[in-house]
């Protein structure tokens, strides 16, 4: 089996035709929220294909879709071996991220089935819901459920960043299945990716094997001052909430370098109240996302942030309330199958390294509930979340070579 390969072609074909759902025009991206009728839309062609490769399709309640594959020596009895991803985006997302990994998963079924491999375990080829937290948070949402970290009921009242409740979206699109949460826990879970960084790329690696996770702490602020004429208010008498969100903006950026290492921040949403040129802000609501790989060092940069809105609501005027959107702690996969990403990629003739991830991944939720690893390829200049964002058809096949030799080792291939 040392020479199998997918077939690019097939799999860049199948992430092309994908892409178009929701495709951004003038652009190769893809904008699919999820659960929104373009999601719906995606969800109905990944579950088209898993049926023509004649996999069982199962939904859960949250809306994750399974397809399981079995050979016909294969024991239906034993934990079957996982991989998958998501296909919902960001609003100005590419068509790489998430949908990567999710279709790999089939091309590697398919090219099991053309050449008559059977495996002991049976094959299991997973898309979660909401993995981004665009539109619901928290990201990852769907396989936060799956493994019994959110209970379902809550999840099924979260409230969209549009004001719709996520229930009533999943049976909408038609994905309010009846299979239970949690899931059940898979022998081990893979999960192929691009970077959306830089490093692999930089360096000249193909094969990035991921050694864990950074944790993620997004925060809600909402800060309340005094709408004032913007002429005629003393800059000493005002109660400035765009102000305010400057000032904590610039914070952010300010603690992380001092704590340095692993620690990143970023504002990314900014909304201001009555939002004109000529009026004092009365209301700014913003959000903070904070991560490390040190949960101690992350603890940190959240109390640091705490303490900073203290004192510039004290000295300002103004009142600020925080609402937690997400919190997750670092993630260490399994130690086992990153090493075994490291030597099956480099059997197959790939360079490699050890990696990090600065981003959130369904792979480290798996991970709670059995071992897990993740292989990641080259993101052409660091970019993701961008209709920009690009891996060659080269640097994807090989991902999915790799991603090929570990399920057949783990699914153990019958002689």
């Avoid at 979260?158 to 994905?175: A, F, M, N, Q």
Wanted: net charge negative.
């Amino acid at each position: 089996m040392g020479q199998l390969r997918i077939d690019g072609n097939r799999l860049w074909g199948r992430l092309d035709e994908l892409a178009q759902i929701g495709a951004i025009p003038e652009t190769l991206g893809s904008s699919r929220l999820a659960l929104t009728k373009e999601d719906g839309l995606a969800r109905d062609l990944v579950v088209s294909w898993m049926q023509q490769l004649e996999m069982k399709v199962s939904i859960d309640a949250i809306g994750n879709v399974v397809g399981l594959w079995h050979g016909p020596d294969t024991d239906r009895s034993l934990l079957p071996v996982m991989t998958g991803s998501h296909i919902d985006t960001v609003r100005s997302g590419g068509r790489f991220d998430g949908n990567l990994g999710v279709l790999a998963g089939l091309e590697i079924i398919q090219v099991i089935r053309e050449q008559n491999i059977s495996t002991k375990h049976p094959i299991a080829v997973s898309f979660f819901t909401g993995e981004e937290g665009a539109r619901f948070a928290p990201d990852m949402l769907g396989s936060l459920v799956y493994v019994g970290g959110l209970d379902l009921k809550t999840a099924l009242k979260t409230t969209s960043v549009d004001g719709k409740r996520l229930g009533s979206e999943l049976e909408d699109i038609g994905y309010n299945g009846t299979s239970p949460c949690p899931g059940i826990a898979p022998k081990i879970f893979l999960e192929l990716h691009i970077e959306q960084g830089p490093v692999l790329e930089n360096e000249g690696v193909d094969i990035g094997a991921v050694e864990n996770v950074q944790g993620i702490s997004w925060t809600e602020l909402i800060i309340e001052g005094q709408s004032n004429h913007a002429g005629t208010t003393p800059m000493e008498m005002r109660k400035d909430a765009g102000y305010v969100a400057g000032r904590i903006s610039t914070y952010i950026r300010e603690i992380s370098n001092k704590i340095g290492g692993t620690q990143v921040g970023t504002v990314g949403k900014i909304d201001l109240v009555p939002n004109l040129v000529n009026v004092v802000a009365s209301k700014a609501s913003m959000t903070v996302d904070l991560r490390n790989t040190s949960e101690q060092m992350l603890r940190e940069a959240e109390d640091c942030l705490a303490s900073f809105c203290d004192q510039i609501a004290f000295q300002e005027g103004v009142e600020i309330t925080n609402k937690s959107l997400a919190r997750f702690e670092p993630v260490e996969f399994n130690q086992q199958l990153v090493d075994q990403v490291i030597s099956t990629a480099e059997n197959l003739g790939y360079t490699t390294r050890r990696i990090t991830s600065g981003a959130g991944h369904d792979a480290q939720m798996l991970a709670r509930v059995c071992p897990s690893a993740m292989i990641f390829i080259p993101s052409k200049e660091g970019l993701s979340h961008n209709p920009a964002e690009y891996s060659s058809p080269e640097e994807i096949t090989a991902g999915a070579n790799v991603l090929l030799h570990m399920i057949m080792d783990a699914a153990e291939v019958n002689s």
